[in-house]
């Protein structure tokens, strides 16, 4: 008998509103000038690092979603320590909008740019790190039914996963030397994301009603 | 056989609180004045761009809401593609607080506005050009049934909804010659769209169950 | 045939979450003191109108919200015409922090408080009156069942819930000659809402599934 | 006959909502440091106390999230004054980014730090206050069935719940005198709080339908 278990719907909810409120507080850094002195075009260009880290700030985040949504898709339970995990994981994606903010500024000012990137990928990183904990867990604790996710699945997920974690690494040395294209590296991370498929299937898929045109 | 298909409703859940927090992040443009030197309602009164833009910038988030909406009623079932495109729309959407800012400050200040309207229209157009790819992508993959929508009727919403791109390119000349006209005009698309219905019937019409007084 | 039927429930989600960041963002207008001057603590004690306004418009939207739920909780469907209505209602809740803000400052200028207090009344009375419609159109459009909420307690509820209005007027009056009493009016109004009972019975009472101990 | 009994979903919405919301503002507090002249990396250490605060606030807010999901978990129905005591403790959950920025800001200037642990820890008991509250409303209304919640077991959950209150209180007294080691006791708390095991067993034991893996 293990107790605390429950159903995965209410974490899915409060992950569901961190993960809105994380994307769209990114928005705050994209300030209004506060002087209208060359010109507001001109001084709405100068901030493209900000608008450059909100593009990629939020498709990352939006892409992290995605995949945190098909791992609880694939939840039949959820523990205490799962909640706990989840929880270190849902506090690395909240506190994504303060290194996007400090890479940008180190973008704009032109120094600092490696440490920017530096904590802009080692954020990054930890919460790859917290993803593939839960996966790892769930998957030992059953909390996902082997039916669904067959293991060697999850460990070939894994594995293209882990990729994530030296290429954020690279992109600090790539930021002494051309900060701007870590931007585009973390931005080509976050597609990459996207396009792992993530293992087994859903657990809808154990019963028929729920069951969509053209799957299974 | 299609992978990764999934029931619409943590998309919703998703959506729906990146809607409400952009939507409600609005009101943090309103701003109290920082020295209340010529009467605090004069000063007040001195922020009408700041009122202005703010009301037009809600009613628009909440219509395209309700469209949304309306979209998500139809989708028996949702792909990583749409979810992917949900996501580049809900990125316009969360943008919105941005350009309402800036067109404030710019109405204010009496200088930029066609810089500021065009920001403004431009966001909006291509939050629109996004909600019609999902349309369009959701036909095209039967992600919203043939018996529920009709082709025919999706091309002459598609038609309607499309008129919002080119009003919103004519609002930066409008911007230059009668600034403060152009809000009337994004106000007056927001309610334009409103009144246009959406195609076909909600999912649970072809159930019985759900089905509410009057309906069908 | 009425068009643009839909069951409640997405309309109760997306209003949910503009309540929850609505009475959130009102702790960004509890600052801390820039500068350590004259000890932390008298600076914070100085701020007592932050806290004050704080409370009670929190005290506010969380009232406003439960007998918001208790209308949904009554509603079977949703038709557009209530879905706009409840953006305009959702419009004035969102606006609560500025009026809060501007009280807040006035109180601690000293200068001002019937402007503040106008405001803050005003904002109130008009979210009132955009509750009180849903209910008229709601109840006249028969989106709420008359087995469930019958006329004349409708009639009974409004006439009570109409009380605010002259109230709120006539707190800013109260401000000119005692300021910081008009924020315990408030505060005593809140918890009058709070008190009405909203007539008839929840939808699900309809059905005997969910029907909770001791009730019907 | 009582009146005003609904089931606890919506109320489960609006709180993980307003979690969700209070517990990313925490960001907000995360600052870009404006003038870079000693560098980056040394500014950004310079903001420690913010990333602790940071990290412990949203380790608590989240613990107590988890609490929270468990006593509603339990509730079969909540009543008015149930969801009335639910809005004032999450008044006390919504003000924790308050005193977090403040203790941050007193340990930042090395002035003000007892003032800073006491409005930290005030804010914490209130907190445990309004929870514990709640446990013993919910059990004498009979909100939660005595065939889920024994007694006996809420009065031992609530003693060891009830040692948080003294200890927030002793972290002033250690404030006065070690400053940044109350940050690490708070962090401790929290961490006590997640092992404390919710007395009884979820609703949804009562039926057999959601019963999870290993459960009962």
Redesign the interface.
């Known amino acids: 008998?293990?107790?605390?278990?429950?159903?995965p719907s209410?974490?899915?909810?409060?992950a569901?509103?961190?993960?809105?409120?994380?994307?769209?507080?990114?928005?705050?850094d994209?300030k209004?000038?506060s002087a209208?002195t060359h010109?507001?075009?001109r001084e709405?260009l100068d901030q493209w690092p900000n608008y450059a880290a909100?593009?990629v700030s939020?498709?990352t985040i939006?892409?992290i979603?995605?995949n945190h949504?098909?791992l609880f898709?694939r939840l039949?339970?959820v523990d205490?320590p799962l909640?706990?995990l989840n929880?270190l994981f849902?506090?690395s994606v909240?506190?994504i909008?303060?290194p996007t903010?400090?890479l940008a500024?180190?973008l704009r000012?032109g120094?600092?740019e490696a440490?920017?990137a530096g904590?802009y990928g080692g954020t990054m990183a930890v919460m790859g790190l917290f993803f593939a904990l839960m996966w790892v867990y769930a998957v030992r604790r059953?909390l996902v039914?082997r039916e669904l996710v067959p293991g060697e699945a999850v460990a070939g997920f894994l594995a293209r996963f882990a990729m994530g974690g030296p290429i954020y690494a690279a992109t600090i040395g790539l930021s002494v030397w051309q900060a701007r294209w870590s931007l585009a590296v973390y931005a080509a991370l976050a597609l990459y994301y996207?396009a792992i498929?993530?293992p087994g299937r859903?657990r809808?898929a154990l019963g028929h009603s729920?069951r969509?045109?053209?799957?299974?």
């Open positions: 008998v293990r107790l605390g278990l429950t159903s209410r974490a899915e909810a409060f569901d509103g961190v993960f809105a409120v994380a994307i769209t507080l990114l928005v705050l994209l209004v000038p209208i010109g507001l075009g709405l909100f593009v939020f498709l939006g892409i979603w995605l949504h098909s898709d039949t339970v205490r909640l706990l929880l849902l506090l909240c506190t909008p303060f903010a400090v500024a180190s000012a120094q600092g440490v920017g904590l059953r039914p996207a498929p993530t859903p809808h729920q969509g045109p053209g799957e299974g």
